[in-house]
């Protein structure tokens, strides 16, 4: 009767690396193969159970506007696309004023609404830009938050009746061609 079980337990095993392997679009097919205790790789970590973010930004006098753009995309990605708390505020300083009258200031003050790596779109869904000439970013998901940049550094945050501004006005990215 033990081999059956161990039988199973083999196939398991041998089919979890095949499934960590493949594109998020092939797992949700295959996680009926998988025990009911996958967790995809493409799930954030849940950091609540520590008191306070693990890394914040050190704002760098030296960053490029260029590299602000990809730190601004970069959060976008992780505040919104990913639900990724561990990057989200390594890209916020220590000082992170808050202009929504609701929150206090400081990254400790928003840090329990996002330790737990909430997804609140996809890139489809929403969209993002960050304006160099302003050092804004925003980001549209059901509402529009507004962030300025300081340093290569998220330091301040609007979200109350943003509007997103137009395309030409949003950063191009270069993009690489495999």
């Given at each position: 009767m033990r081999f059956p079980t161990l039988l199973s337990a083999a196939?398991?095993?041998?089919?979890?690396p095949a499934a960590l392997a493949a594109p998020a679009s092939e797992i949700s097919s295959?996680?009926?193969?998988?025990?009911?205790?996958?967790?995809?790789?493409?799930?954030?970590?849940?950091?609540?159970?520590?008191?306070?973010?693990?890394?914040l930004c050190t704002p760098n006098k030296s960053v490029t506007v260029e590299e602000t753009a990809q730190r601004a995309y970069q959060f976008y990605r992780a505040f919104v696309v990913d639900g990724d708390p561990r990057t989200m505020f390594s890209l916020i300083?220590?000082?992170?004023?808050?202009?929504?009258?609701?929150?206090?200031?400081?990254?400790?003050?928003?840090?329990?609404?996002?330790?737990?790596?909430?997804?609140?779109?996809?890139?489809?869904?929403?969209d993002w830009c960050f304006d160099a000439t302003t050092n804004m970013s925003w980001a549209r998901?059901?509402?529009?938050?507004?962030?300025?940049?300081?340093?290569?550094?998220?330091?301040?945050?609007?979200?109350?009746?943003?509007?997103?501004?137009?395309?030409?006005?949003c950063f191009k990215l270069p993009t690489t061609t495999p």
């Open positions: 196939s398991a095993l041998l089919a979890a295959q996680n009926d193969i998988l025990s009911p205790d996958f967790v995809p790789l493409y799930k954030r970590e849940n950091l609540c159970n520590l008191k306070a973010p693990p890394q300083d220590n000082v992170y004023e808050q202009h929504n009258p609701g929150y206090r200031s400081g990254p400790q003050a928003i840090w329990s609404l996002f330790c737990s790596g909430r997804k609140i779109g996809t890139e489809q869904s929403t998901y059901s509402v529009v938050d507004r962030w300025r940049w300081v340093d290569g550094c998220v330091h301040e945050h609007w979200d109350q009746g943003e509007r997103f501004p137009s395309k030409d006005k």
